[in-house]
């Protein structure tokens, strides 16, 4: 079973913090993606890496940024935060290309 | 370029039968599926690839018509527990950056 974990799992901040969503995982994935998902919508990704101080922007346009500094720690940042920000974020990762994607539970982030 | 996944929505009592299916206008590398239930994560079902193979569940069954870009997940004597959205994700390059259609709705019934 996949061991990637999410933390928080709900956050309700206000306009203009700074947050920081953490994800791990315990597989020694080297790829590692963020996704965006409104309720009831497909997943956008925003992020991805391919390992170690290796990322580089999804499809989806976003303010957010990421960093890889270890191979099990993907983190991502909003500098400030709005209410556009309101979104569910998921972290997922892969063992190769051709391999399934782990999701791990979420960060469910409202931004008020 | 996001897949497009049809029908939208489906409802099936436990024990029928139903396809789900997703179109891509690009020439792809590979399929993905997977199912999310309400407030949790995606879990994958299965991967289609380019040349035939597959990787994923047994007792899942999926096809992908690689001359139309198309794959479908066939869901066999349905039960309760395959209420969902299916999400089929499609790459093309072989670096798993998977596009996310808008999903199937699944609802089993009694």
């Known amino acids: 079973e996949a061991d990637i974990y999410q933390t928080p799992r709900y956050l309700v901040i206000g306009t203009g913090k700074k947050i920081t969503l953490e994800c791990s995982q315990t597989m020694g994935h080297d790829k590692m993606y963020w996704y965006q998902q409104d309720p009831g919508m497909e997943l956008h990704l925003i992020h991805y890496?391919?390992?170690?101080?290796?990322?580089e922007k999804g499809d989806l346009s976003s303010e957010s940024t990421v960093s890889r500094i270890r191979t099990e720690h993907f983190p991502l940042t909003l500098e400030s935060a709005r209410p556009s920000h309101t979104s569910q974020y998921l972290c997922?990762?892969?063992?190769?290309?051709?391999?399934?994607?782990?999701f791990g539970n979420g960060t469910r982030l409202t931004v008020t | 370029q996001q897949p497009v996944q049809s029908p939208q929505a489906v409802i099936l009592r436990e024990g029928e039968d139903a396809v789900i299916n997703c179109s891509s206008s690009?020439?792809?590398?590979?399929v993905h599926w997977y199912r999310q239930k309400h407030g949790e994560a995606p879990v994958f079902l299965m991967i289609l690839l380019k040349g035939g193979e597959q990787k994923g569940h047994e007792k899942i069954s999926a096809s992908f018509n690689e001359k139309k870009q198309q794959s479908s997940l066939y869901l066999t004597a349905s039960q309760l527990s395959y209420s969902g959205t299916y999400f089929c994700?499609?790459?093309?390059?072989?670096?798993?950056?998977?596009?996310f259609g808008k999903g199937n709705q699944v609802v089993v019934i009694p």
């Open positions: 690009k020439a792809l590398y590979s």
């Open positions: 890496s391919y390992g170690v101080n290796s990322t």
């Open positions: 997922a990762s892969s063992e190769s290309g051709d391999s399934p994607l782990h």
């Open positions: 994700g499609t790459e093309m390059g072989g670096n798993n950056r998977l596009a």
